[in-house]
Nanobody, 124 residues
Framework: QVQLVESGGGLVQAGGSLTLSCTFS????????MGWFRQAPGKEREFVAA????????TYAASVKGRFTISRDNAQNTVYLQMNSLKPEDTAVYYC?????????????????WGQGTQVTVSS
């Protein structure tokens, strides 16, 4: 059984920063990539960022590129999402996800395990 637990969400003013963390436990996979997704009220869950197992390759949605940074610490089984220059449109529930195959990318159907989500609210 794999568990992913996100933390670090909260309320922040526009232009501010937050760092989300996701710690995973249970089975380990090799290889596996990690991703962050978000879902705003009334909208579909959308891709935010992903990182390969070694952390050597990352990819971002166009809407967050240059503002968000994904990273991971495999020794701590933790993946991070540093969010800077936050905008009201970044308001959503943020989910981390694990992909247990060789796939690396933005397709949420390829991710096998999901956390429960953490709320990020950006006020204007």
């Amino acid at each position: 059984q794999v568990q992913l637990v996100e933390s670090g969400g909260g309320l922040v003013q526009a232009g501010g920063s937050l760092t989300l963390s996701c710690t995973f436990s249970g089975r380990t996979f090799s290889p596996y990539s990690m991703g962050w997704f978000r879902q705003a009220p009334g909208k579909e869950r959308e891709f935010v960022a992903a990182i390969t197992r070694t952390g050597g390759v990352t990819t971002y949605a166009a809407s967050v590129k240059g503002r968000f940074t994904i990273s991971r610490d495999n020794a701590q089984n933790t993946v991070y999402l540093q969010m800077n220059s936050l905008k009201p449109e970044d308001t959503a529930v943020y989910y981390c996800a694990l992909c247990s195959t060789w796939y690396f990318g933005s397709s949420r159907e390829k991710y096998d395990y999901w956390g429960q989500g953490t709320q990020v609210t950006v006020s204007s």
